[in-house]
C-alpha cells in the first residue's frame, strides 16, 4: 500500500497569529493545501498545550481559540480541504501521552534547547509545571495520533520533531511497526526561519509582545512599522547603515517581491540595490519604512477583509471546528486502538488471549 502523505501543525491560542506565524508556517501550509499533494491535513488549536503554561489564565486561552480560528480561516485554511481541530477535545492524545511518557527520560527532556530557552523566558526556574516541562511528549502524541508524515513549522519546532521520531523508533522497536515518523518542512526562505520581532531582539512571540498581528488594522500596522528596529548607529541619512540586524531589511527580505519596485519604489530594480544604496549611505530609514509598510499592507490587506466576512458568522466558526474535532476523533481513535493492541492492553478484543488463558486455567 502507497504510503499515505499527511500533514498536522498547529499553534498555541495564546494570541492572535502574527506574521512570524505566517511566513514560518501559516503561509505554507495553505499552498500545501491547495497543491492536491497531500491525503490528509489537520490543523489544530494546542489549547491544553497553551493551559500548560497559562493555568491560572483560562478566560485567555479560550477567548484565542476563536481568534486562531478566525486567523486560519482569512488566510485560506479551508474546512472542507483540512480537518481544523481543538486539541482539548480529542482525549485520545492524553492517553497516548501518558503511554509515551514511559519511553522518554527526564535527562531526555532537561536536553530540549527550546524547552530550555522557554522556561527561561517564563521564569518557571525551579517551579516549572510539570505539563509544561513534558508538553514535547503531548506533542509527539499529537503528531503520531494522526500518523502525520510532514510538520510545516518554524525552526523552534526542530527540537519537538526529532523527540516524536525518538518516540516512534523506540516505540516501533519494542512494539513492532505502528506509528510513522514524521519530518519537519521548515521554510524555505532563511529569514522565515524564525522571524524577529519589530524590537529586533528575540523571535516574534506572541508572549513577548513585539509582533505585527495578521489582524491588526492599516493604522496600527503603520504605526508598528515607523517604530520598528534599524540600524541604531544609523543617525543621519548620509551615514552608511547596517543591514544585520536591521529588522527592516529582515522583513523586507520575508516579504518583498521584485515587482513590489515597480509598484512602491520605483527608483530601484530590486532589493539589492535597495541595500546596496543603504550601506553606501544617503537612505534614510523612513523611506525604507514606507516601502515596508506598502509590501505587508498588500500582503495583509486581503486577509484582514476576508476576517471581516468571517467575524459576521462566529457561531458558524464553532461550528466548523466542532465538525473538525469530530472527525479528527475518529482518525485518533483509530490510532489509539492499534496503539493498544501493540501494547497489549486491548484485553477484552482479544479472543484468543481469553480463550488461552480459559485452557492455562482449566487443563
Ligand atoms: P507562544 O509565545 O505562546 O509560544 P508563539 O508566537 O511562539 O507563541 P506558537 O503557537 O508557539 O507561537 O507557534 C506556532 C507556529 O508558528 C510554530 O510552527 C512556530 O515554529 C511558528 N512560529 C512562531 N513564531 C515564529 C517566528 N517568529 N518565525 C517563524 N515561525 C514562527
Ligand atoms: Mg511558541
Redesign the pocket.
Known sequence: MKKEKVIL?G??P?GRL?I??Y???LKRRVELQNSGQYDKIFIFIADAQ?LTDNIENPEKVRQNVIEVALDYLSCGLDPTKSTIFIQSQIPELCELSFYYMDLVSVSRLQRNPTVKTEIQMRNFESSIPVGFFTYPISQAADITAFKATTVP??E??EPMLEQAREIVRRFNYIYGETLVEPEILLPTNQV????PGTDGKA?????LGNCIYLSDSADEVEKRVKSMFTDPTHLRVQDPGKLEGNTVFTYLDAFSKPEHFGLYLPEYNNLQELKEHYQRGGLGDMKVKKFLNSVLQEELEPIRNRRKEFEKDIPAVYDMLKTGCEKARETASATLDEVRRAMKINYFDDMDLIAEQAKRFNQ
Open positions: 501543525t499553534d498555541r495564546t502574527h512570524g506565524h511566513v514560518g508556517s497553551a513549522a518554524g523552534d519546532q522565515c526561519l524564525r522571524l523571535k516574534m512571540s506572541k508572549s
